[in-house]
């Protein structure tokens, strides 16, 4: 095999291993990668023949090239509060860390006094919540079920299936919380595939959480 034809051959692998990351920021590295060595290859077998398939290549090349530039000054001037670090080191730590603020600047903390009720029983609720401070029972009938601690999402199984709500939710302390609506969520999640599988893992995490402290009690 000649120079120049593993030149393609070695583009093409680019492109697969590529296509093969969940993360977006390796996809585009992957392609960079590629389109340079197509557009090289295209140039060392015909440069005059096949200028078309040249400049695609570069100009797909060079749009991966500042989208990957942007990536990383939006890392690189990423400056979180504490207790956002709180929630990034303790619940959200395998989330890429901008996709994490982008899920931070669609919701806000709230604040709720002991007594309040969270989520009621058999209702829609317009909001996912996160625990950050305090503790909440969860009720169904007149029975409580468990106690969430800081880190324990309250709704979530609402907010995936999209049905009624299976339990109450009341904070037996005063509580902060994160909360995001639900609509605003949806949206966010719909225009970024990497942060929603993100999220379900977080999902994940704190459904084996909430399950492996209900058979120590």
Same mark, same amino acid.
């Given at each position: 095999m000649s120079f120049v034809n593993l030149l393609i051959h070695l583009a093409n692998v680019s492109y697969l291993i590529g296509s093969g990351f969940k993360k977006i920021i390796l996809l585009r590295v992957f392609f960079v990668i590629g389109c340079s060595l197509e557009a090289i290859y295209l140039i060392l077998i015909s440069p005059k023949d096949l200028w078309a398939g040249i400049s695609w290549s570069i100009l797909i090349m060079v749009l991966n090239i500042i989208m990957i530039a942007i990536y *990383? %000054?939006?890392?690189?001037?990423?400056?979180?509060?504490?207790?956002?670090?709180?929630? %990034?080191?303790?619940? %959200?730590?395998?989330?890429d860390k901008v996709n994490f603020k982008k899920l931070l600047n669609a919701g806000n903390?709230?604040?709720?006094?002991?007594?309040?009720?969270?989520? *009621?029983?058999?209702?829609s609720t317009d909001y996912l919540m996160l625990l950050f401070q305090g503790n909440v029972e969860i009720v169904v009938g007149d029975k409580q079920v468990a106690i969430l601690y800081p880190g324990s999402f309250v709704g979530e199984m609402s907010f995936l299936t999209g049905d009624l709500t299976t339990a109450m939710a009341k904070a037996i302390s005063d509580v902060k919380l994160y909360a995001w609506k639900k609509t605003d969520l949806i949206k966010l999640l719909a225009k970024n595939q990497e942060l929603e599988k993100e999220m379900r893992y977080v999902f994940s995490s704190d459904l084996i959480s909430k399950l492996t402290s209900k058979n120590k009690q």
């Open positions: *990383y %000054f939006d890392k690189g001037t990423l400056r979180l509060k504490d207790d956002e670090r709180f929630l %990034f080191q303790n619940v %959200f730590s395998k989330m903390w709230l604040g709720m006094p002991k007594g309040d009720i969270l989520i *009621y029983e058999k209702q």
